[in-house]
């Protein structure tokens, strides 16, 4: 479980009466990027208290945060590091006093954004319509998954490398979500979730990062830099896992029955997402060695 920040989002009509209604959250890790927002599915409750004009103003704002987080995530999934931090939900917070205002952010303990968003709505948004909805299995929930694995199977902290740049030869490097090693790696763990609202850019990451895990299964000459600048060996023969939330619709299979084609050329351990502790066992097997 991570500490995740939020505020609700709310509405404000009139801010000289102060009446309000909770129309939506935002929620983030800044430590990891997953930060996330929800409006509420059936404003019916919100037209009662808000004008048009005063609708207008809040979709605007959920739309203009909603892109922020579009753009931390693409960071995300091009293999950057993300750059919104726990100030800017406080500046936020700060800077909206009219029609829109954000409660000031408090801390929750959740797994991922979506079960952080999930418990924010259960206790604090009235939203039926919502309260129904299945959240789907995110990447992050992926990673929270992973790390739970490693922490189980008591892998050191200073074997662990998040988010590591792996290098193959001269001009091909990919970021991967875990490097365990001490000196030299003994297991790359990627997580993918096929649960994803549009997969349009799912299929070309799968495959960039494949690329450069080919490379390195031809045995080119190559090398993991962690974080911090420290380098690690690897070997062609690394052990490579990928943890996956299986996916649910036509369009997600079908992206999913081609990178298990990938998967499985590269001789790529596939688990579900369920059975993360197994990649951890592993890594201990691995270190053992």
């Not at 600048?229 to 996956?244: D, F, K, N, P, Q």
Request: aromatic letters at 6%; hydrophobic letters at 40%; a negative charge.
């Amino acid at each position: 479980m991570t500490r995740y920040v939020y505020s609700l989002v709310r509405c404000v009509p009139d801010p000289r009466t102060g009446e309000f209604i909770n129309v939506g959250a935002i929620v983030g890790d800044p430590a990891t990027g997953d930060w996330a927002m929800r409006q509420v599915s059936n404003e019916s409750r919100v037209r009662r208290l808000a004008s048009a004009s005063d609708l207008e103003v809040v979709h605007g704002f959920l739309a203009r945060v909603g892109l922020e987080i579009d753009r931390c995530r693409a960071m995300l999934d091009k293999g950057e590091s993300p750059d919104l931090e726990e100030s800017w939900l406080q500046a936020l917070f700060h800077d909206h006093r009219n029609i829109v205002q954000l409660s000031a952010p408090l801390p929750v303990i959740a797994s991922d954004s979506g079960h952080a968003l999930s418990m924010i709505f259960g206790n604090f948004i009235i939203d039926p319509e919502g309260a129904s909805r299945k959240d789907l299995i995110t990447k992050f929930a992926i990673l929270a998954s992973i790390r739970k694995a490693y922490e189980a199977a008591h892998i050191e902290s200073s074997y662990w490398k998040p988010r590591a740049e792996v290098q193959v030869g001269r001009h091909v490097t990919s970021r991967v979500d875990f490097a365990i090693g001490n000196g030299r790696i003994v297991q790359l763990t990627q997580g993918w979730s096929f649960q994803r609202a549009t997969v349009d850019d799912l299929s070309t990451q799968i495959k960039a990062w494949a690329y450069a895990i080919g490379r390195l299964r031809e045995n080119e000459d190559a090398r993991v830099i962690s974080p911090d600048g420290r380098e690690s060996t690897i070997e062609a023969g690394v052990e490579v896992e990928a943890v996956i939330a299986k996916p649910t619709t036509s369009a997600q299979i079908e992206v999913f029955q081609e990178a298990s084609q990938v998967f499985e050329e590269l001789n790529i351990t596939v688990r579900d997402v369920g059975d993360a502790a197994e990649v951890g066992q592993r890594a201990a097997e691995l270190l053992r060695g």
